[in-house]
């Protein structure tokens, strides 16, 4: 399944724009209970002044999403069902895979 995807996250590498540079991506939180306890796997802290010009990869809206999330409502055999997904940060600004969120996440 392909989702549209948002991302608020500007310290990853693959984020052009709001968009994504990956063809799919994969979100980790197989216990969570709320969106902070998930994070995109698929972070990659943006080199220190690094553009948004520097991805290899032309950015989409589009995204293929795995999701360990367990707990969550748009799960369906660890793969995202919702329509639309934002990931964002649960910190300032994030710099490690830890600092990220699917801000999507809604428990079952």
Same mark, same amino acid.
Not at 14 to 38: F, K, M, W, Y
Not at 46 to 58: L, P
Not at 86 to 105: L, Q, R, W, Y
């Given at each position: 399944?392909?989702?549209r995807l948002?991302?608020?996250?500007?310290s990853?590498?693959?984020?052009?724009?709001?968009?994504?540079?990956?063809?799919?991506?994969?979100?980790?939180g197989?216990?969570?209970?709320?969106?902070?306890?998930? @994070?995109?796997?698929?972070?990659?802290?943006? +080199?220190?002044g690094?553009?948004?010009?520097?991805? =290899? !990869?032309?950015?989409?809206? &589009?995204?293929?999403?795995?999701?360990?999330?367990?707990?969550?409502?748009?799960?369906?055999? @660890?793969?995202?069902?919702?329509?639309?997904? +934002?990931?964002?940060?649960?910190?300032?600004?994030? =710099? !490690?895979?830890?600092?990220? &969120?699917?801000?999507?996440?809604?428990?079952?």
């Amino acid at each position: 399944m392909t989702n549209r995807l948002e991302c608020s996250v500007t310290s990853c590498r693959h984020n052009n724009s709001n968009l994504c540079d990956l063809p799919s991506i994969r979100v980790d939180g197989p216990g969570a209970r709320e969106s902070s306890q998930t @994070c995109c796997e698929s972070f990659e802290a943006r +080199c220190q002044g690094a553009s948004n010009a520097v991805s =290899s !990869t032309a950015a989409s809206p &589009e995204c293929s999403i795995e999701c360990k999330a367990q707990n969550c409502t748009y799960n369906d055999n @660890c793969k995202c069902d919702a329509p639309c997904v +934002c990931v964002g940060c649960c910190c300032s600004d994030a =710099s !490690t895979i830890s600092g990220t &969120e699917c801000c999507t996440f809604q428990e079952k």
